[in-house]
Every structure is written in C-alpha cells, then in structure tokens.
C-alpha cells in the first residue's frame, strides 16, 4: 500500500512539473500575435498592389491611339481589378487557412474544444480581412486621399491617387462586391467542394490499384468498407460553417450598396444543399458522430458580424453616397428648399496659375480658349479668399451631418433589433410547452420510482424482522407503517 501510495505521488509530481505554463506558452502566444500581423500585412500589401495596378493600367490605356480604349477605360480597369482581386482572396484563403492550423498547435491547448475554438477565431479574422479589405477601401478610403488641384498625392512621385467617378464610388463598391461574393460562391465554396474530394478520390484509386496490381490481387471484388476507404476522410464542419459566415457577410455588411446580396446568397445556398448532400454521401467517409449543445463559438461571430453590419452600412450610406450632402443643401442652404443649384454648391474654385511646376496642363488651349478658374468637387475655399484652399465651413456642416446620421441609425436600427428579439422568442409557443410537459412527465416518473423504492425497502424489512422474531422468543416488532405520498403532480421541482 505505501508503495503504491508513493508511485501515485511521484506521478502526480511529474504531471505538475510537465505542466505547461504562462511562461512556457509565451513564445507560442508572441508567435501567433507576430504571425497574424504579418498576414494582415501581407493582405493590405496586396490591396496596395491592386491600387497601384489600376492607376498605371488607367494611365496607359488613357495614352492608347485606339478611341474605343480610351471611351473604356474606366469599366476596364474596374473589372479586371475585381477579378484579380478574387484570384488574390482565393488563394490567400487557402494559405491563411494552413497558417491558422499551424499556429494553433503551437499554443498546445488542453482539450479538443479549446482548440477548435482558437483555430475557428484565427481563422476567421484572417479570412475576414482576405475578403472585405478591398471593399472597405473602396467603401471608405478611395476618393479622399487625392489632395486637390495644385496640391495633388501621388504614388511612387509618378502616379496620382485614384478618384471616384463623378457620382460617387457606389457603383464601383457595388462591382467590386458582386465579383467577390459570385466568385467565392461558385469557384470555392461549389466547384471546389466537390472537384478537390473527386481529385483526392481519383489518386487514392489509382494508389490502390497499384498496390492491388502489385499485390496480384487485381481479379479481387473490393468490399464496401474498402470502397468507403478510398474516399476523403471528413474534416469536419468547420469550412461549411466558415462559408455561411463569410456569406452572412457578404449580405449584410454592404448590402446598402448591392442590395441583390440576399437574393444571389439564397440561389447559392439552393444549389449548395444538394451538392452537400452529394459530397457527403458520395465523396467524403462516413462522419463520426459527436454531440453538441449549440453551434458554439459560431453564434458569437454570427452576433458580432451582425452589430458591425449595423455601423458599416450606416458609414456606407452616409459617406460614400451623396445622400446626407443633398438633405444638408436642401434643408440648410437651398433658397427655396429644393435641390437646384446643389452640384454648383458641391463644387469650388480653383485658378490655373497655382498649379504646381511641371503639373499643369500640355495644351492649355484644348477647349478653344485660355481657362483662368476651374471647378472641382470639394468643400474648399476661393483662391480669392483670405484663407485660399483650407476647408470651408460647408464641408464642417456636411461631416457633422453624416455623423449624426451614423448615430442615430445605429441606436434606432439596434432598438429595432431588440424589439423584435423580444416579440419573437427563440424557442416556438408550442415547442417550449412541449419541453415543460415533458420535465414534468420525467419528474412524475422519478417520483413513482423512489416511491416504489422505499416500499420495497419498507418490504424487505418487515420480512427481516418476522424473520428473527421466529427464531427468538420474543414477539416480532411491528414495522411502522409508511407515511402515505401525496401525488406527483402536486410536486414541482426548482428547475421546471
């Protein structure tokens, strides 16, 4: 006994020493904070590369000979950047999927939870950022870091910042959007789904066939379970959920600016649920099964995108649409309540001569005539004021307008939410009866149980006592009769 005692001891020992601690996950933990900025890095280095191809593909078509290329130029540089965006997205996808995994085993967590929950979160953000950083761009940062005339930001000294089109970047939002949503959908998440596992499926066979040739066992019939062998082994259903969420997305956080979203994600997830069922039945093995409580980790996501969509759509419609500088000129500056005169009021001036050495114009005589002042679109002052070019008193107006809108979209689309969370429970009327009646059958089942327990107990020891009382002289005792038990029903416990 005391040497077990000691050998139990001496393992407990060595668990405690081979625990690990907050100093031995250190490195771990500071390698997974490196990582991640890395490749949030690497992914805005990429959306840069992007920019810099549309400005120099904008400027060299803009000096083609051909009139058909220049009368496109914008369209075309639009398009194939949204296609090389969705190249980029997907095959950084894949690799950000691998880093995620590689970084969660190095923190060694300590259950099989644990881990699927770090590997979801890393993964998440890194496919996140992959997917939305050029569309934030557009949405937010394009067209307002140009500078102004005479005083203009370029690239490299070469290349001027990019602008939006006269109407505002909506549209452009709205390209860029759709190829990125159109393109994940039916390249990864269907002709992927379902070429890769009959890829990996085709090598395995022709492996296998291999080994039979070699194994001179060619004439054999393979059984089902070797057939089921052959197949990709399931990894699980983290990818499908990863899907949806980036999907969810895709349709709520700028579904101001294409609002067809929802419609081409319910077409999607149409066509996705057959080919799921096709996959799983005929591409993948057998899943094993394992229990859950809820969707776990996945309904937090769910709930954060959600409250994010709510501020980035209420940002969307207020800065990168004309919507709030129309109502700010209509009800504030308009003299008689209406929009005539608003593009004039969005425009300032500006005079030629101040252009900056070796920026102005070639041919200043291309309209026919010298040009003096010309307009541009911005809330700035004449060059004939005392403060030439500083941001006027309208523009002050404008953004603290938008602001508010942002504001009070926010708290009043929130305030719905939660007026509708309440009308509507989570669980149905009639399912949530259901459950209560079955707690109360259960609890009137264990009630007649223990009843029946404790008269088979009050049984056997009536029959003891007869018992003794026959072999000794003395009278049997008389067992207490049992106290009669109201009705189960007339119980109801704390939990019900």
């Known amino acids: 006994m005391q040497k077990s005692q000691k050998k139990e001891q001496g393992s407990l020992k060595k668990a405690e020493e081979e625990k690990l601690t907050c100093r031995d996950r250190l490195p771990a933990y500071m390698t997974n904070l490196v990582m991640m900025l890395l490749m949030i890095g690497v992914t805005f280095a990429i959306v840069f590369g992007v920019i810099l191809y ?56 300590k259950t099989d939870k644990s881990f ?3 590997l979801i979160f890393k993964t998440f953000i890194l496919k996140f950022v992959n997917a939305f950083t050029p569309i934030i761009y557009i949405a937010f940062f394009r067209g307002r870091l140009v500078g102004r005339p005479g005083s203009y930001l370029y690239v490299f000294e070469s290349y001027r910042m990019e602008e939006c089109a006269h109407g505002g970047c909506l549209m452009e939002l709205c390209i860029q959007l759709s190829i990125t949503m159109l393109g994940k959908q039916l390249i990864q998440n269907n002709l992927f789904e379902i070429g890769v596992p009959k890829i990996k499926k085709l090598i395995r066979y022709i492996r296998s066939k291999r080994q039979a040739f070699q ?34 997305g895709f349709v709520t956080l700028f579904v101001a600016s294409f609002p067809l979203a929802p419609l081409f994600a319910l077409l999607n997830n149409i066509i996705e649920i057959r080919l799921d069922a096709k996959k799983f039945v005929g591409e993948l093995q057998r899943p094993v099964a394992a229990r859950a409580k809820d969707i776990g980790i ?30 700010v000129y209509q009800y504030t500056y308009s003299p008689d309540g209406s929009m005539f005169g608003f593009v004039n009021h969005t425009l300032s001036y500006f005079n030629v001569s101040h252009f900056q050495d070796g920026k102005e114009p070639m041919d200043p005589l291309h309209l026919g005539y010298a040009v003096e002042i010309c307009r541009y679109k911005d809330y700035r002052e004449p060059p004939w004021s005392t403060s030439p070019y500083e941001i006027s008193k309208e523009f002050w107006a404008v953004l603290a307008a938008r602001l508010a809108f942002v504001i009070v979209f926010q708290n009043v689309v929130m305030l719905m939410s939660d007026v509708v969370d309440w009308l509507i429970p989570d669980i149905p009327k009639d399912i949530s009866m259901q459950i209560h009646k079955e707690k109360i059958l259960m609890v009137e089942l264990f009630m007649r149980e223990e009843h029946g327990k404790m008269q088979r107990m009050g049984s056997t020891a009536s029959t003891g006592a007869k018992q003794k009382g026959g072999s000794n002289s003395y009278p049997p005792v008389p067992v207490a009769r049992q106290r009669s038990m109201p009705p189960a029903h007339c119980y109801k416990p704390n939990n019900v």
């Open 298 to 327: 996945w309904y937090n996501l769910l709930k954060g995108v959600a409250k994010v969509a709510v501020i980035i759509n209420a940002f969307v419609i207020s800065f990168t649409s004309d919507f709030i500088p129309r109502l």
């Open 54 to 109: 549309r400005i120099s593909t904008k400027a060299a078509l803009h000096m083609s000979s051909n009139p058909i290329t220049r009368s496109h130029v914008r369209l075309t540089v639009k398009t194939t950047a949204a296609i090389l965006n969705l190249v980029v997205i997907l095959i950084l996808d894949e690799v950000y999927g691998a880093v995620a995994r590689w970084l969660t085993v190095l923190e060694v967590p």
């Open 215 to 248: 194994e001179e066992e060619r004439q054999k019939r393979l059984q089902r379970y070797e057939i089921d062998h052959v197949l990709e082994p399931f990894a699980g259903l983290t990818p499908e959920y990863m899907e949806m969420i980036i999907q969810f």
């Open 116 to 118: 699927e929950q770090r």
